[in-house]
């Protein structure tokens, strides 16, 4: 059963620490995007990855965000340092991609919960 | 980018009614993709629906239909049928290269 995996599904840490998230994307997957969820702002799009090369990360704040992709396997977030505003459910999807568009859906990983105190 | 709108962020529904959720998109492209994703409680994102830009004919799943405006631009889904289940967020997305979404409407479906 393919799915997007991330870790982790819940993260509680200090205003000013490191924070890395992980999504692994189902194989075969060449386009992974990362989003970014709160109440007010819906689904924000922060950055996508095709075939591993970064294509737009212009919806993140690049002063803290930081956004790789290693291997076709794995693919990062982290935030440097993190703030009580970043408080925000995180979600990695993956996709193929042919031409422009999406051959089937984009498949999302579960989230990870994110809380900055 | 593309913009994608929602403007209804509440909707309500009796059980076994029939509900149109709203979608409107501001893009200067002309083959690209629209999708309806759900968000029940668990927070998991589910594919209700897919719509080619290129395909005149509106797409259907089981009591899930759309209505595709392309020069109005517009992409509204229709709930037949509604069922307790249904109750979850709604969001409209469209890819062309990237893929954004509207604000989302959040559905409930009353017994």
């Known amino acids: 059963d393919a799915r997007v995996t991330q870790t982790p599904r819940h993260k509680v840490t200090e205003m000013g620490q490191e924070v890395t998230m992980r999504c692994q994307p189902i194989?075969?997957?060449?386009?992974v995007f990362w989003y970014r969820q709160t109440m007010m702002q819906g689904l924000e799009l922060l950055a996508y990855?095709?075939?591993?090369?970064?294509?737009?990360d212009s919806g993140m704040p690049k002063d803290r965000f930081s956004a790789e992709m290693p291997d076709a396997t794995l693919a990062t977030l982290k935030i440097q340092p993190s703030e009580p505003r970043d408080s925000a459910v995180y979600f990695c999807?993956?996709?193929?991609?042919?031409?422009?568009?999406?051959?089937?859906?984009?498949?999302f990983g579960q989230g990870t919960r994110l809380t900055v105190v | 980018a593309q913009t994608v709108t929602q403007s209804q962020p509440e909707m309500s529904v009796q059980e076994a009614e029939t509900v149109t959720l709203s979608c409107t998109y501001d893009?200067?492209?002309?083959?690209?993709?629209l999708f309806w994703y759900k968000q029940p409680p668990s927070r998991q994102m589910i594919l209700v629906i897919r719509q080619e830009a290129y395909k005149q004919q509106n797409a259907t799943e089981n009591r899930f239909s759309v209505n595709f405006q392309k020069a109005a631009k517009s992409f509204s889904l229709k709930i037949s049928d509604s069922q307790l289940g249904d109750t979850a967020m709604y969001f409209c997305?469209?890819?062309?290269?990237?893929?954004?979404f509207g604000a989302g409407t959040r559905l409930t479906v009353k017994p």
């Open positions: 194989l075969g997957h060449n386009t």
């Open positions: 997305a469209f890819m062309f290269n990237d893929m954004r």
């Open positions: 999807a993956s996709g193929l991609v042919e031409g422009v568009a999406l051959n089937t859906e984009a498949f």
């Open positions: 893009t200067s492209e002309n083959n690209y993709y």
């Open positions: 990855f095709r075939n591993r090369a970064p294509l737009d």
